[in-house]
């Protein structure tokens, strides 16, 4: 107990969160072998939503908290769909989304960003509901992409990103910050690493 509380007292020097380094941590990795295409990309990825589901609660970043548990739900549905377009060398098929499809991810990212946005502005003490909201419903859009094996999701998270930045910047919570610029780079990794290793569907 006397380490943990030596732990604290070292991130409160700096006026860090333990709980938030773990997660910028954990998360990091999470991205990493999802760019290298390692399947356990999903159960750490499960563990660095879990962690920030609490910060984000902390923080009032409310949209972002349910996010955690969207992104929960769906690391059972990418974890399925990477094994169907897995081999064993370790090369997979990449998915290609007709125009609809793109169409509908983006009507779907507007109308989550118009209703998350209104109830957390009218009915909560969000922080910043709208911007949150807008990154919160766009972020489903990304995940949905990378588990169908979309190519164009590392192009949407890199955008994201950028924002999620200045966001985060705003609130204070500059190592989760630092988090998205590294996985902001992690992305452009991503990018060529599946350009690299996919297979023609």
Known sequence: ????????????????????????????????????????????????????????????????????????????YGWWQWRRGQELEGTFELAVPSHREIALSIIAGLLGTIGLGYSMGHF????????????????????????????????????????YIGMYCYKGLYPTALLFFIQMIICVYGLADWRRAARPA
């Not at 919160?136 to 949905?144: E, G, T």
């Open 124 to 163: 909560t003490d969000a922080a910043v509901p709208w911007p949150d909201a807008t990154l919160s419903s766009f972020s489903v859009v990304a995940q949905v992409w990378s588990a169908r094996r979309f190519l164009m999701s590392w192009w949407l998270w890199i955008a994201l990103d950028v924002f």
């Open 1 to 76: 107990m006397a380490i943990w509380d030596n732990v604290v007292a070292f991130f409160a020097t700096f006026d860090m969160s333990p709980l938030e380094w773990i997660a910028v941590v954990v998360t990091a990795i999470g991205v990493w072998l999802m760019a290298r295409r390692h399947m356990a990309c999903w159960p750490v990825g499960f563990v660095g939503v879990a962690l920030y589901f609490w910060l984000f609660f902390q923080q009032k970043l409310y949209s972002d908290m349910l996010l955690q548990v969207f992104f929960a739900v769906s690391i059972v």
